[in-house]
């Protein structure tokens, strides 16, 4: 029999999404009528469909594949050179962010490359998250064999967790004690907060001072509304030479299930080794590229460079703007209710305190069964996330509507 990787043991019950399907099915299950007008707010998975920018240009992409003289097999593990200049020149130089072309690794998901960045990286790494967090960041150092067990609050030993609190504005301060590397995600999933420039220059600074790593999830910068809060970590200078940056296609562009994302990997950037030489980290993210992954799908990518034209540009403005007007509504009834409300401005999620005595799960709980409405539980995201949920504004305008009403139906 084969020896098992015993890391995953100590992983807490399912990962969060799974278990709360788990409990919404057992609930539709049990209550066929009531499921029948079950919205869901939980996940954030985009609603409205693909902008017709990117399904005319997959479209003239499957149709290239048809023929022989302009079919092709196998693309470049790390993107095609296309797509790779569009968000170079669009995300970055167009904003006076000197990112080559070759910096940016097309990948199939933000998720994915937090989790496999671990594999460029050593096992003796301080590791930072803040708390709460997307699970994700968590999961993965688990998996790798970078924590000990969790306690009985879901903390496991061997991370450096940061709060995230009503007191910080749920962005985490930069600690005392020194970490080698930090997730940061801002705007921040689940809270919804975002970084102001002096709060990333503090952590570049952080950063620069200990060799630490910064890596900076950035899926939700579209929704960044306000002119002050910068959209990446590379306009902080110096950020080049101690910060990855995730983005994805997902959020803004609708491609949860098309998939389509892409990593920066400055060639500034430097790790070290356990004997104290320096080495780039981007020729082992290319190299690792190169042996796991064949790249992401050619129409896909001809699709996602379709975000850029003009006529993506405002399909996407309208995503947007359709999102953060559900957020708006959201937003509103949860205050009118006369709960607190955090995110929601310039993030698509809203990070909401539960009653008093009114634990996360039992709001999941009370909304499930009280409004039909499934949200996620702020405590699956880390110990300080205890006393607050997350609504998702990722939905359909009427289903928003009726969550809103739901909401204000409801005896608090
Ligand atoms: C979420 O709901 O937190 C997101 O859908 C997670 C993700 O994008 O993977």
């Given amino acids: 029999m084969a020896y098992l990787n015993q890391n995953y043991l100590k992983l807490r019950a399912g990962y969060l999404f799974p ?9 539709c299950d049990a209550h066929p009528e009531p499921a029948q007008r079950l919205i869901r707010c939980g996940i954030g998975d985009v609603t409205e469909p693909l902008p017709s920018a990117v399904r005319t240009a997959m479209h003239a992409a499957v149709d290239e594949l048809g023929t022989r003289e302009t079919f092709r097999g196998y693309g470049p593990e790390q993107g ?12 970055y130089r167009a904003r006076g962010i000197a990112i ?5 690794f097309v990948s199939d998901g933000s998720k994915c490359d937090c989790g496999s960045i ?10 930072a998250v803040m708390d709460p967090v997307y699970p994700v960041y968590v999961d993965t150092n688990v998996m790798a064999g970078h924590t000990g067990e969790a306690n009985a609050s879901g903390a496991y030993d061997g991370l450096l967790y940061l709060p995230c609190t009503e007191a910080n504005g749920f962005v985490a301060d930069v600690p005392t004690e020194i970490a080698d590397v930090i997730y940061l995600c801002f705007p921040n999933n689940p809270t919804g907060s975002v970084a102001t420039r002096a709060q990333l220059e503090a952590w570049v600074a952080y950063a620069l001072k200990h060799g630490s790593l910064l890596l900076f999830d950035a899926a939700y910068e579209a929704y960044i509304s306000d002119p002050e809060i910068p959209h990446s970590i590379y306009e902080i200078p110096g950020a080049k030479e101690c910060a990855i940056e995730f983005r994805s296609f997902s959020k803004n562009g609708g ?14 950037l430097q790790g070290r080794t356990k004997s104290g030489d320096t080495h780039p980290l981007h020729p082992l993210w290319n190299r690792r590229m190169s042996t796991k992954f064949n790249g992401v799908p050619y129409i896909v990518q001809r699709g996602a460079e379709a975000l850029y034209s003009e006529q993506g540009r405002t399909e996407v403005q309208a995503l947007l703007s359709h999102y953060m007007g559900n957020a708006a509504l959201l937003r509103q009834a949860a205050l009118d209710v006369g709960l607190s409300v ?11 305190r539960t009653p008093p005595q009114t634990s996360s799960w039992q ?3 009370r909304l499930l069964h009280e409004t039909n409405v499934v949200i996620t539980p702020g405590s699956g995201f880390g110990s300080a996330g205890e006393g607050y949920f997350r609504i998702s504004a990722f939905n359909s305008r009427q289903a928003v509507e009726e969550v809103a009403s739901r909401l204000r139906a409801m005896a608090w």
């Fill in 342 to 352: 955090w995110g929601g401005i310039n993030a698509p999620y809203l990070w909401v």
């Fill in 80 to 91: 095609y050179e296309f797509l790779r200049h569009a968000i170079a020149e669009n995300d």
């Fill in 363 to 365: 709001m999941f709980d």
């Fill in 100 to 104: 080559d072309n070759d910096e940016i």
């Fill in 255 to 268: 491609f949860t299930g098309t998939r389509c994302a892409f990593t920066v990997v400055p060639k500034a």
């Fill in 118 to 127: 671990l594999d460029i990286l050593g096992d003796n790494n301080r590791i």
């Fill in 19 to 27: 278990e709360i399907a788990r409990r919404v099915k057992t609930f």
